[in-house]
């Protein structure tokens, strides 16, 4: 039978719930000793919160994927440079603007444009698709995903009108991060963007995969207090899900359980966050996203992608939503929020500062 929660993880967890921030040693302590008790209280408090400041409104974001070209080649990733078993394609302007009128008839009001570091969004292309999106659709947010770039890059894209970046940090361990990245890519690197974004006025969005092999729950901790320090806007957190053609093909999936108990403590550290109950979550479980939401999450990123290269920006296998029509896809999780008391706002979703 299980033990219940001790005296010392309960009270971590009121002093998380309280004060929005534990010692690195705690959050790993809270994350090593964590059982069903603990999950539950977390998340009851999360929920709390989250209710306070965001009711039972779920933000949707339109995720265009723009293109599976990459210079990179991340261990985990299934669009990795390597991987030449994957059909490349990427997505003109025409095709994305007609993503986004589609999309802003479904009622998005935030377009996530993501891609691989493909060298044909320079700056000039890359900003002339964004501030067409904003002429259209002044009432729309844009953010961008499209990896690492320059200062100069950033301010670019920010001048013409991009106003989020999501930029995942993978991993606050810079030994760790070693471990999941080719030499070439460097943490300091990933992290300067990181404080470039912010300082260039962007909402910036880090976050990291649940599970990614070699994590601890030291590397968490770490992670978390990176959360709590940097304050991003948002934060990205989903299962790591092996790829077939990658060098962590057989490696073990993220569970569920640890990545709804992060989702808890992250909400618990700052309570205002942009929180994503992403589509890796909901492949790893059917009922992933809205257990995510229930965790404390406030977000949902549904597929806007044309159907015919969905399958095509496979970052891990078995990815959910790739034979949907983008309508499916908004109408199933807004009948999926409303099963479980909250329903996607037609709405930008800005954090509520
Ligand atoms: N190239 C951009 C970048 O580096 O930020 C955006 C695209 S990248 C594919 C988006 C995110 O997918 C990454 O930040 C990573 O966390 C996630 N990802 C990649 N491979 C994954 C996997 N096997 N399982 C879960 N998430 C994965």
């Known amino acids: 039978m299980e033990k219940g929660m001790t005296g010392e993880i309960h009270e971590l967890i009121e002093c998380l719930a309280e004060n929005h921030c534990l010692s690195e040693k705690e959050y790993a302590r809270l994350i090593e000793n964590r059982d069903e008790e603990a999950a539950a209280l977390l998340a009851e408090r999360a929920v709390e919160v989250r209710k306070s400041i965001y009711g039972s409104a779920v933000y949707t974001r339109g995720l265009i994927e723009i293109s599976n070209i990459c210079r990179n080649d991340c261990l985990y990733c299934g669009i990795r440079r390597s991987n030449t078993n994957v059909q490349r394609y990427r997505l003109s302007r025409e ?8 999309g802003y008839g479904l009622g998005f009001r935030t377009f996530v444009l993501q891609g691989g570091e493909d060298g044909f969004y320079s700056d000039e292309v890359l900003g002339d698709i964004v501030s067409l999106i904003k002429t259209e659709f002044p009432d729309c947010a844009v953010t961008l995903s ?11 894209l920010h001048d013409a009108g991009a106003d989020r970046y999501l930029l ?4 606050a361990d ?30 910036t969005g880090c976050g ?22 940097f304050h991003p806007d948002m934060c990205g957190i989903g299962p790591f899900i092996p790829h077939h053609d990658t060098p962590f093909g057989s490696m073990a999936a993220g569970t569920l359980e640890l990545t709804l ?17 992403t589509t890796a979550l909901g492949t790893i479980h059917p009922k992933g996203r809205e257990l995510g939401i229930l965790a404390g999450a406030n977000v949902v990123m549904p597929n806007l992608s044309p159907t015919g290269v969905r399958k ?7 990815k959910i939503c790739t034979g949907d029509e983008s309508a499916q896809c908004r109408t199933c999780l807004d009948q999926r929020m409303r099963a479980i008391g909250y329903y996607l706002a037609v709405d930008r979703g800005d954090i509520k500062k």
């Open 146 to 156: 499209m990896g690492e770039r320059s200062l100069e890059s950033y301010r670019f």
């Open 261 to 277: 108990f992060l989702l808890s403590m992250i909400r618990l550290i700052y309570p205002q966050v942009l929180l994503p109950a």
């Open 312 to 318: 095509k920006y496979e970052l891990y296998d078995n």
């Open 95 to 102: 095709d994305i603007l007609a993503c986004v009128r589609e």
């Open 208 to 229: 990291f995969m649940v599970g990614s092999p070699f994590q601890t729950a030291q590397t968490l901790a770490k992670d978390l207090k990176f959360v709590e320090e």
């Open 174 to 203: 810079a030994i760790h991060y070693a471990k999941l990245h080719p030499p070439r890519m460097s943490f300091e690197n990933r992290i300067r963007c990181l404080y470039h974004l912010k300082e260039t006025g962007y909402q």
């Open 168 to 171: 995942r940090h993978e991993t």
